[in-house]
């Protein structure tokens, strides 16, 4: 994946010298000329971290040297320079981050422990197995289809609560299994932990479900957005459901058995499937589509209040 590495470098280099700013991925992905959809979910697979995580350990490398070095500035001025609420909560990302407390680190500071972070791109990096899946690796062909959505856009722990409210809304409205397809948009990649997780459940419907809900009162006044439009112009979905279609296009697919307990292996499929990109055309401006088919099996739980289902999905890159 080194093409993607080099084009990460710009990126990489804004991030350096504006630690001070907010995060805008827009800008991030403009730099790297890289669809913003597909940012977050690259950056990770080519560095085992989230680019939220990345900054703040960066940050914090950057903080540790004025705790070390600027002696008059406080513990307090330190925390709300780098952007933290309370002396608390710089604490803890701290100690995290660097291995010591902020008043040993100002005491004695490790600076072993303090280098070995100062690569932590490379670190992280070289950290994981390779994988290559390319050998199971297909094109194919998606067919246009009119969705139904709900965003779930915070905790990546509360996804299932989002989950539920779709399959309780699909019930209610008779867009079920097997006619009915289901597909996540992905803007992040599945199965790690963030507070600003970002996903679209969709359930896909039929042209006479789709103009039946257009005379339901909750959908008069909610526009339809095709899939391509909301990445473009990053719509701000406010309504619990909204409508959506996903446009006829080409995708680079393979099948995974999605199981919990095991992210790495997903992880490493959706990595391979953007180093195959390159060989078939570019990426889409539409996000990564995971489609789930059915339910495998079940399997024995290691404890009485551990059940870890498989299910067999369907992983979609879109190419043009």
């Known amino acids: 994946m080194a093409s993607l590495e080099t084009q990460f470098e710009p990126a990489l280099a804004y991030i350096d010298d504006n630690l001070d700013k907010p995060v805008d991925i827009r800008l991030l992905s403009r ?10 979910i690259l950056f990770y697979a080519l560095f085992h971290t989230q680019v939220e995580d990345y900054i703040a350990l960066l940050r914090l490398l950057d903080v540790a040297q004025k705790l070390a070095f600027e002696p008059s500035l406080t513990n307090a001025q330190i925390a709300s320079e780098a952007g ?3 002396e608390k909560c710089f604490e803890q990302a701290f100690v995290k981050a660097i291995g010591q407390s902020v008043s040993d680190f100002r005491a004695k500071p490790d600076w072993a422990s303090f280098f070995a972070r100062q690569q932590p791109l490379e670190t992280l990096k070289n950290g994981h197995q390779a994988y ?3 050998a199971e690796i297909n094109v194919v062909e998606i067919e246009a289809l009119a969705v139904v959505a709900i965003r779930h856009q915070g905790p990546s ?11 309780a809304w699909r019930k209610q409205h008779q867009v079920l299994l097997p006619l009915s397809r289901t597909f996540n948009f992905c803007y992040q990649m599945p199965l790690v932990h ?3 997780y970002q996903v679209d459940i969709a359930a896909s419907v039929t042209a006479e479900q789709s103009e039946c809900l257009r005379r339901e009162p909750q959908f008069s006044s909610m526009a339809d957005y095709d899939l391509a439009s909301l990445v473009e112009h990053n719509i701000d979905i406010t309504a619990p459901f909204f409508k959506s279609s996903i446009p006829a296009t080409r995708a680079l697919a393979i099948d995974h058995v999605w199981d919990d307990s095991q992210p790495q292996l997903l992880h490493a499929k959706i990595a391979c499937l953007y180093k195959e990109v390159s060989k078939h055309g570019q990426l889409a401006n539409l ?9 495998e099996k079940q399997l024995a739980p290691a404890e009485p209040s551990q059940s870890v289902a498989q299910q067999l999905v369907r992983i979609m890159l879109p190419i043009v």
């Not at 730099?31 to 977050?40: G, V």
């Not at 990564?288 to 059915?294: K, P």
């Open 194 to 196: 963030s507070d600003a």
């Open 132 to 134: 290559d899946y390319s």
């Open 31 to 40: 730099l790297a000329n890289i669809p913003k959809c597909h940012f977050n």
């Open 287 to 295: 996000p990564l589509l995971i489609e789930r088919q059915r339910i």
């Open 157 to 167: 722990e509360f996804v299932a609560q989002t989950v539920n409210a779709m399959v």
């Open 84 to 86: 933290y609420q309370d």
